[in-house]
Nanobody, 120 residues
Framework: QVQLVESGGGLVQPGGSLRLSCTAS????????MAWYRQAPGKEREMVAALTSGGSTGIRDSVKGRFTISRDNARNTSYLTMNNLKPEDTAVYYC??????????????WGQGTQVTVSL
């Protein structure tokens, strides 16, 4: 059974930092990419950062220079390091894995979400 467990969210003041972690458990045949999405109240879910198994990254323009995505392949864990946080970064952050397990087709898997609140 596949499970994505996120941690690291919380309340932080503007200019502060947080690091989110996501560990994917399950008998993955292959993980093609790991990514982070976020969804603010009343808004659609949007991709924040993605990292492919080949090492290619994609970062949302609004967080470039502040957020970094990394991955520990041995632990099937991705990290989102967020610096200089702004109130507009407030959202529920979701971990995403594009992967495949034996007996199933390639598909997206999602974590339960972790709240990040940037406020005084």
């Amino acid at each position: 059974q596949v499970q994505l467990v996120e941690s690291g969210g919380g309340l932080v003041q503007p200019g502060g930092s947080l690091r989110l972690s996501c560990t994917a458990s399950g008998n993955f045949f292959n993980i093609y990419a790991m990514a982070w999405y976020r969804q603010a109240p009343g808004k659609e879910r949007e991709m924040v950062a993605a990292l492919t198994s080949g090492g290619s990254t994609g970062i949302r323009d609004s967080v470039k220079g502040r957020f970094t995505i990394s991955r520990d392949n041995a632990r099937n864990t991705s990290y989102l390091t967020m610096n200089n946080l702004k109130p507009e970064d407030t959202a529920v952050y979701y971990c995403n894995v594009d992967g495949q397990v034996p007996g199933s087709s390639r598909r997206d898997y999602w974590g339960q979400g972790t709240q990040v609140t940037v406020s005084l």
